[in-house]
């Protein structure tokens, strides 16, 4: 297929919308050595990136998994599930740990929710669902998270109180959980006899 250059520059302006003809650094202090400027550029970078990817996170924990947890646990209208932020950030930090040397990074998993009745009880933990963290790349592993209620006599103080001021219950995810990875691949090795 043969461009006019017009057209090819109309592509080249379509898979590149902005040409940088001039960077100006107004975050960075000007009297910083050069080496210094990259490294903070390279944390920012890092740091953007951590954060769309914390997004996503919460996206998927926050509203599928939360949603999906009420609907097979049958909590119904009269109690609501309550995932703490402190657990939620211990969450994500394994999840990011544990996701980041794969091959398409934390991008690149599926989270299967497995919640445990409380301790006392000795029933086997009930499968909430299966969460792809991103949707448009192939899995090439499995994050197995087990979550449990708080301890149930705590949790019963509590839903008494919300119950006599006429409040909706709560169901508190505790802070203690598990999370084991499962590859979806198996690694080359070379062997070299």
């Known amino acids: 297929m043969i461009f006019k250059p017009s057209s090819v520059s109309k592509l080249f302006n379509e898979c590149y919308p902005m040409a940088i003809g001039e960077y100006q650094n107004n975050t960075f202090d000007d009297a910083l050595p050069t080496d210094l400027g990259i490294d903070n550029a390279f944390q920012h970078l890092e740091k953007e990136r951590l954060a769309v990817l914390l997004q996503i996170l919460t996206r998927t924990l926050k509203k599928q998994v939360l949603y999906r947890c009420s609907k097979v646990l049958e909590l119904g209208p009269l109690v609501f599930l309550d995932l703490p932020t402190s657990t939620l950030d211990n969450i994500f930090t394994q999840i990011i740990l544990l996701g980041e040397r794969e091959p398409y990074g934390v991008r690149g998993g599926t989270l299967v929710v497995m919640f445990s009745p409380p301790p006392t009880k000795t029933s086997s933990p009930i499968k909430i669902g299966r969460f792809p963290l991103d949707p448009t790349k192939v899995s090439t592993y499995e994050l197995h998270l087990t979550i449990q209620s ?40 070379s062997s070299g006899h």
């Open 150 to 189: 708080t301890s149930p006599v705590k949790l019963k103080c509590a839903n008494l109180w919300r119950r006599l001021q006429g409040k909706q219950e709560k169901l508190v995810v505790d802070d203690k959980f598990s999370m084991v990875k499962k590859k979806l691949y198996r690694s080359s090795t």
